[in-house]
């Protein structure tokens, strides 16, 4: 009879004690928990209140979040983002993103390089901008009698190509009896058909090396 009542009290005891413990770990966990070792879950882990990573967060396989706070900077090697990003501060993009679909940018500033193969300017039907190029081009001595067009190279216009439209505006360099009929693009150069209008108080048809400024698009 001893050994029972021995036996039936060990029996409480334990059964007590597990209870114990379950009943404290649920305590614990409905508050803030401190784990000093690695998480790691062959499953879904859901976070249902607010997380704070106060070191580094690595998403190896992939993450879906909700709404993400980012109280500092955001380091990333790949994001997909599939929904609207709305940022309060600055975003910095120190690598090359690339945008598959329409990108607003309701108030941009682009300090560095702004580099795209389709750029649309508005909101009307505007074509898209894959390259655009300003400078300066020099065309050689020429001479033309009055009333007559001389077709001449302007020389170092780089980096302009056949595939460009280009807009060419004369400097005061250009003696005034000469006009600049046409303009078009060939390969680091343009094409410029100039005429001699015979107006001015030089009608020889001489002309020196002249620099013509040029825009060029496509």
Same mark, same amino acid.
């Given at each position: 009879m001893t050994f029972l009542k021995s036996s039936l009290k060990h029996i409480a005891f334990s059964v007590l004690s597990v209870l114990g413990g379950v +009943? *404290?770990? +649920? !305590?614990? /966990? =409905?508050a803030a928990t401190t784990i %000093?070792? &690695?998480i790691q879950t062959d499953g879904t882990l859901s976070v249902t209140g607010s997380t704070t990573v106060a %070191?580094?967060? &690595? +998403? /190896?396989g992939g993450a879906t979040l909700g709404t993400l706070t980012l109280g500092g900077a955001l380091t990333? =090697? =790949? /994001?997909a983002l599939s929904n609207a990003v709305t940022g309060t501060g600055n975003m910095v993009l120190s690598v090359s993103p690339t945008f598959t679909g329409t990108a607003i940018l309701s108030g941009a500033t682009? %300090? =560095? *390089?702004a580099s795209t193969t389709q750029l649309k300017v508005g909101s009307d039907q505007v074509n898209t901008i894959s390259g655009m190029i300003f400078?300066?081009? !020099?065309?050689? %001595?020429? &001479? !033309? !009698?009055?009333s007559s067009? /001389?077709?001449v190279t302007c020389a170092s216009a780089t980096g302009v190509t056949t595939s460009y439209k280009v807009f060419v505006q004369a400097t005061s360099s250009l003696p005034s009896m000469y006009v600049i009929q046409s303009a078009t693009s060939s390969t680091g150069a343009i094409e410029v058909r100039i005429l001699n209008t015979g107006l001015g108080t030089t009608t020889a048809g001489g002309m020196d090396p002249t620099t013509l400024n040029f825009w060029a698009v496509r």
């Open positions: +009943a *404290l770990g +649920a !305590t614990l /966990v =409905g %000093s070792t &690695n %070191s580094q967060f &690595n +998403a /190896v990333y =090697g =790949g /994001v682009l %300090s =560095g *390089l400078g300066t081009c !020099t065309i050689p %001595s020429t &001479n !033309t !009698t009055a067009t /001389v077709q």
